[in-house]
Nanobody
Framework: QVQLVESGGGLVQAGGSLSLSCAAS????????MAWFRQAPGKEREFVAG????????VYAVSVKGRFTISRDNAKNLVYLKMNSLKPEDTAVYYC?????????????????WGQGTQVTVSS
């Protein structure tokens, strides 16, 4: 079993930055692909960014590419999401997810473990 705990959310003005962290329990973190998803009120959960277990492959949603950066530290069991140039439409609950990717980082069903989420609110 892997438990994921997100942190770092909060309120920020448009154009500002936030950094999210996801701490994972267990010994298998370094073998798992990781991702961030988000869910805005009334909308489906959507893919934001993903990173392979070795960090040699990263994938981003079109809406965040060039503004967000995903990274990981396997020695510390941590994955990060650095968010720059934030927009009001980035407002959502952000979830960390872990799994083994066979087809696509973007598919929610690829992930076996999910965190509880952290709220990010961007004011205009």
């Amino acid at each position: 079993q892997v438990q994921l705990v997100e942190s770092g959310g909060g309120l920020v003005q448009a154009g500002g930055s936030l950094s999210l962290s996801c701490a994972a329990s267990g010994d298998t973190f370094s073998t798992l692909d990781m991702a961030w998803f988000r869910q805005a009120p009334g909308k489906e959960r959507e893919f934001v960014a993903g990173i392979s277990w070795s960090a040699d492959n990263t994938v981003y949603a079109v809406s965040v590419k060039g503004r967000f950066t995903i990274s990981r530290d396997n020695a510390k069991n941590l994955v990060y999401l650095k968010m720059n140039s934030l927009k009001p439409e980035d407002t959502a609950v952000y979830y960390c997810a872990a799994g083994t990717i066979y087809r696509s980082f973007q598919h929610r069903l690829e992930y076996d473990y999910w965190g509880q989420g952290t709220q990010v609110t961007v004011s205009s």
